[in-house]
């Protein structure tokens, strides 16, 4: 599991839109935000890189792994 630093979730709304667009990538099979902790975890074996981009395309910003 890969588990990564997200800045700009600050509702339950980020929270979805986060998580359908890292779920809607090939190769990952969850998805789960922590809102508190503004971290995402990610179960499956989809690329990091992959995951920050549809991250980022959602207009959030990756700051690293958790
Ligand atoms: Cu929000």
């Known amino acids: 599991m890969l588990t990564l ?3 700009g979730m600050t509702c339950g709304h980020c ?3 986060v998580t359908k667009a890292v779920e809607a990538l090939p190769k990952v099979e969850r998805a789960l935000v922590d ?3 503004g971290e995402v975890a990610v179960e ?16 959030y910003e990756v700051t ?3």
């Open 5 to 7: 630093k997200v800045s």
């Open 15 to 17: 929270a979805q839109t």
């Open 35 to 37: 809102l508190k902790a």
């Open 44 to 59: 499956g074996s989809a690329d990091e890189t992959a995951i920050r981009q549809a991250i980022e395309d959602a207009g």
């Open 64 to 66: 690293g792994q958790a």
